[in-house]
């Protein structure tokens, strides 16, 4: 039986990409109530499945009338908000921090004698700690040293949450779960979703979305030095069940990988992508991204899959057929969100379908 049955669980950012993805999954799993709290600052409010048994609080985490209005008797909380996402957080790092590190100390200071929690799930970032390398990458375990260099706040931002959960695990007994996530890709990831956020990725959030929106648009991707930079993609839906593991099977204190093992170079990707909808286009190779300098990663299995019986099962061309799939019912929502930020962003072409 699933220990969710008759919980109830708290998912902050729970309108998001991963967090609407992970609620839907727990609401199969008989609850008793999930509550949401997210400010919509990178979601749209549709984004959060309709259901009864969901609550949803339009707020920062951060404020401390949305905490202290938090229920007493918590099972599970997973965090998942964060300022969205890297470029966003080297255009105002004070905005990163006010949604992105605030945040995690102010709900785990809040939780730490909440004797009700069974987990505290956090959203941690493998990118924050995966070796800086264009010669072939190893994959990343879970004890790999930490560099005190970091690319932008939101990496500095995701590992600070780590430091904290470790804090208030140590010093309360708070069951923190670290959980690193690779990139995540999947339905429910809207461009565009949510308020401008100071860059175009705003709307361009993710390397994944970004070209099935583009190929389904006959538009030529853009491959940053050459597509030659390698990721794990991870289909969203494994990444839920990945979470769900987490919260039932982790060991609070620890921390675990949220990988495939694949390492998928992007160019690749872009082929998969145009494939698979008919882009006729060829990609654009275009110069490396100034801030960038994490070429190749890919997350280690082992540990998640011994202590969790994680697998991310879907291969990555299965979860783009999905995934563009969705897309393509969802292309006015998406239109839409895209459009919102024409004003800023000047480009003719943006929220365009053929
Ligand atoms: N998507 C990925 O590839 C990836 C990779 C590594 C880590 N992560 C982590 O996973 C989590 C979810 O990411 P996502 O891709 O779903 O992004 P997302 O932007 O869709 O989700 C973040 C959510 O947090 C909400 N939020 C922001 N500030 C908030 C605040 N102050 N209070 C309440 N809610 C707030 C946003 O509105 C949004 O709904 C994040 O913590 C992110 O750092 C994601």
Request: glycine share 8%; charged share 25%.
């Amino acid at each position: 039986m699933s220990e969710f049955k008759n919980a109830k669980i708290l998912v902050v950012g729970g309108a998001g990409f991963v967090g609407s993805n992970l609620v839907n999954r727990l609401l199969g799993e008989d609850p008793a109530a999930v509550y949401v709290v997210d400010n919509l600052i990178s979601a749209e409010a549709d984004n959060v499945p309709k259901d009864d048994r969901v609550t949803f609080k339009l707020g920062s985490i951060a404020d401390d009338r949305v905490l202290a209005g938090l229920p007493g008797d918590l099972d599970y909380v997973f965090h998942l908000a964060c300022y969205h996402g890297n470029q966003s957080s080297i255009a105002d790092p004070v905005a990163d921090h006010d949604n992105n590190t605030i945040t995690t100390l102010k709900l785990f200071d809040r939780l730490k004698d909440e004797k009700s929690l069974r987990a505290v799930v956090y959203a941690a970032a493998g990118c924050a700690v995966a070796e800086k390398t264009f010669d072939g990458a190893r994959a990343t375990a879970e004890d790999a040293p930490i560099s005190l260099y970091h690319d932008s706040p939101y990496s500095i931002s995701k590992l600070i949450g780590e430091f904290y959960g470790n804090y208030y695990f140590l010093r309360y007994g708070l069951p923190i779960v670290k959980t690193r996530f690779q990139n995540i890709y999947g339905p429910r990831e809207i461009l565009g979703a949510g308020r401008w956020r100071g860059t175009p990725h705003t709307v361009w959030r993710n390397v994944t979305p970004t070209f099935i929106w583009k190929a389904l648009n006959h538009e030529p991707l853009p491959l940053e030095n050459g597509g030659i930079a390698t990721r794990d993609f991870v289909f969203v839906e494994d990444l839920a069940e990945g979470l769900s593991l987490a919260a039932q099977a982790g060991k609070p204190g620890e921390v675990y990988n949220l990988a495939s093992g694949v390492e998928t170079e992007i160019a690749e990707l872009a082929r998969t992508i145009n494939e698979i909808t008919g882009n006729p286009t060829p990609p654009d190779i275009k110069p490396a991204r100034d801030w960038d300098r994490s070429g190749m990663r890919y997350g280690s299995t082992e540990k998640s899959k011994r202590e969790l019986g994680f697998e991310a099962k879907t291969s990555v061309r299965d979860g783009l057929q999905t995934t563009i799939d969705w897309t393509r019912a969802n292309k006015d929502l998406i239109a839409r969100c895209i459009a919102r930020h024409d004003r800023f962003i000047n480009d003719p072409q943006l929220g365009s379908w053929r």
